[in-house]
């Protein structure tokens, strides 16, 4: 038998095809996009305004299913980790992340990573598989949808995995959380941070309008190539081109965000600073300053708060617009770079719920 297709991961433009293939008009895709992603109906009996030959046609051919919630984690500031469990058994994590006016949550686009950076857990854990990109959207349809949570406002790729390493899933979903009749976000609202994968980011500008965060660590060769080893297939050079042709391919001004995990003793000098300012000079972005995040089995330290704050002071005293990113989820290990998909290192959440199913 053929393996049905999950309904949930394809675009407007997926499901036009879809039911192209399947010789029925193509406004059924608008239909079934609205209830999936802006009603949260998933079967197809629901689905009103399909007659019974065409819901039976469609069970014969397709699924409509989001991952499971195994288990969910509650910080006590409110940030919620979700546990869950992927078809093939493997486990990713998503943060919600409540704040005052906004809802942001963090996605995975794989189960652990390939590349390894040295300060980062997920990278620690080795790689298991790309998501799927109903996978993906999956995390923002459970958190939007499942237990009457409130909508999500902001998406941001900076779970388990590196997004740009599971390209055509990532852009697929992407897609959905933009469109206007699913959920609408609008691309200031969407953010795919990489580690520096060169030649898709050169690809990006082409396919989706969506804001970019680059992981860069460091702002020479020697160092990066020890913490984000990715640097050695696409060193910085390459990568510095790769933004200034991707800042180039849009005529409205816009910038990137240049993320930079502060390592007590590694990278967190004046002298750091100062390079980090040469380098970027002619590049329009803000620097986000990320405190290391502990995990079991790292050595690296977080550098004190005096030295994270006069790293900050340097940066803006050279004009940049500098934020410190402040820790949200510690308490759970939600935080950046704390992400396993693993039960026993999830085991600190404050407050537990276990699902069996949603
Ligand atoms: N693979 C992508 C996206 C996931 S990581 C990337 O590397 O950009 C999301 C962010 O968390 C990245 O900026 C990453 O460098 C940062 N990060 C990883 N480990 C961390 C840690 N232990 N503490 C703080 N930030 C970390
Ligand atoms: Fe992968 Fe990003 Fe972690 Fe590096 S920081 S190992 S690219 S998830």
């Not at 963090?106 to 980062?120: P, Y």
């Not at 460091?218 to 990066?224: I, M, N, P, V």
């Amino acid at each position: 038998m053929q393996k049905k297709i999950n309904l949930l991961g394809c675009s407007l433009e997926s499901l036009e095809d879809f039911f192209i293939g399947l010789k029925e008009p193509k406004f059924r895709a608008k239909q079934i996009f609205k209830w999936i992603h802006q009603k949260g109906v998933l079967d197809f009996d629901l689905m009103t305004d399909f007659n019974k030959t065409l819901r039976e046609k469609l069970k014969s051919v397709a699924i409509i299913e989001p991952p499971k919630i195994h288990e969910e984690f509650v910080s006590n500031e409110g940030t919620i980790k979700y546990l869950i469990e992927l078809n093939s058994g493997s486990m990713i994590e998503m943060v919600v992340i409540p704040e005052k006016n906004r809802r942001t949550l963090c996605v995975s686009s794989q189960a652990g990573c390939a590349l390894q950076c040295t300060f980062c857990a997920t990278g620690a854990q080795g790689f298991e598989q790309n998501l799927d990109s109903y996978e993906i959207i999956g995390q923002l349809w459970l958190a939007n949808f499942s237990n009457k949570n409130k909508p999500i406002t902001n998406v941001v790729f900076m779970g388990m995995g590196e997004p740009l390493l599971n390209y055509d899933a990532v852009i697929e979903s992407a897609k959905i959380m933009k469109d206007q009749l699913a959920y609408g976000l609008s691309r200031k609202r969407i953010t795919i941070s990489t580690s520096g994968i060169v030649p898709n980011i050169n690809k990006l500008s082409n396919e989706i309008d969506v804001s970019l965060a680059i992981s860069l660590h460091a702002a020479d060769d020697k160092l990066r190539d020890e913490i984000v080893p990715i640097n050695n297939k696409y060193p910085i050079k390459s990568l510095i081109a790769a933004c200034k042709d991707y800042l180039a391919s849009y005529e409205n001004k816009r910038s990137i965000t240049i993320e930079y995990i502060l390592i007590e003793g590694i990278n967190d000098t004046i002298d750091h600073a100062k390079k980090l300012t040469k380098l970027l000079s002619d590049i329009s972005c803000k620097i986000n300053l990320i405190p290391f995040n502990s995990f079991p089995g790292s050595d690296y330290k977080r550098p004190s708060n005096n030295k994270i704050n006069a790293f900050k002071k340097y940066l803006m005293s050279k004009g940049f617009i500098a934020t410190l990113r402040i820790t949200r989820g510690d308490g759970v290990d939600a935080a950046c770079g704390q992400l396993v998909g693993n039960l026993s290192n999830s085991i600190k959440g404050k407050k537990l719920i276990t699902h069996k199913s949603i």
